[in-house]
C-alpha cells in the first residue's frame, strides 16, 4: 500500500524514533509498504517517520543508480553509527522536503550497527554513497532533517522554498500527508 510522505513541518519527523522490539506482521506489512511509496516517489531511501511512523526503521534501494546496480535493497532497523571516516560535501535532496535540495557534509565511510529485516544484528562498514543514503536516512530517526545540517547561508537562500512547503503550496507526484503539530491540547494538523 502506497503511503503518504509527511513534510518538513510535521511533528514526526522532529521526535527521536522509538526503537523496535522485534517485526512481527504489522511490521513487515509496514516495510513492504515503505519499499512501494518510496518506489512510486522515485527515492532512493525512506525512513519510518516519512510515512507517520515513530519508529527506528529505514528502507533504502540505491540500485537504480549508475555504480550501484549491483547493491540489494536494505531493511534498516534500529540503527546505531559505531564509527566514522572521513568527510564528503554533497548535495541532497528528500522527499518530505519536495523540490529543495542542499549541500551537505558528511562522513564518507560508517560502522553501521543494525538489524535485518529478520531482526538479526548486523555490523557493517559502508561507503560512497550507501554511506551518505544510510545516514541521512538515520538523521530522520533522531529528528533531524538534511536542512537542519546545511550552512545558515544556505539554509536562508531556501527558505521560500520551504514556506512554500509549509503553505502546501508544492506540486509533487506522490502523495503527502498533512502536517501535524502539538499544541498543547492535542494535534493540529494543517
Avoid at 155 to 179: F, H, M, S, T, W
Amino acid at each position: 500500500m502506497i503511503l503518504p510522505i509527511t513534510t518538513y513541518t510535521d511533528e514526526v519527523l522532529h521526535q527521536t524514533a522509538k526503537p523496535l522490539k522485534g517485526v512481527d506482521g504489522a511490521v513487515e506489512e509496514l516495510i513492504d509498504s515503505m519499499f512501494e511509496s518510496m518506489e512510486n516517489a522515485s527515492g532512493i531511501g525512506l525512513a519510518a517517520p516519512q510515512v507517520g511512523h515513530s519508529l527506528r526503521l529505514l528502507v533504502l534501494d540505491i540500485s537504480c543508480m549508475k555504480s550501484y546496480e549491483d547493491v540489494a535493497p536494505m531493511v534498516v532497523i534500529n540503527p546505531h553509527i559505531l564509527s566514522v571516516k572521513g568527510k564528503n560535501l554533497m548535495e541532497e535532496g528528500c522527499l518530505s522536503v519536495p523540490g529543495v535540495q542542499g549541500d551537505v557534509q558528511r562522513p564518507s565511510s560508517i560502522t553501521l550497527k543494525y538489524r535485518d529485516r529478520n531482526f538479526l544484528e548486523q555490523t557493517e562498514e559502508f561507503s560512497g554513497m550507501l554511506a551518505r543514503v544510510l545516514q541521512h536516512e538515520i538523521d530522520h530517526l533522531s529528528g533531524t532533517l538534511f536542512i537542519d545540517r546545511m550552512e545558515k547561508r544556505d539554509r536562508r537562500k531556501i527558505q521560500k522554498e520551504l514556506d512554500d512547503i509549509a503553505k502546501g503550496n508544492i506540486e509533487v507526484d506522490y502523495p503527502l500527508a498533512r502536517a501535524c503539530s502539538r499544541d498543547g491540547g492535542g494535534a493540529i494538523c494543517m
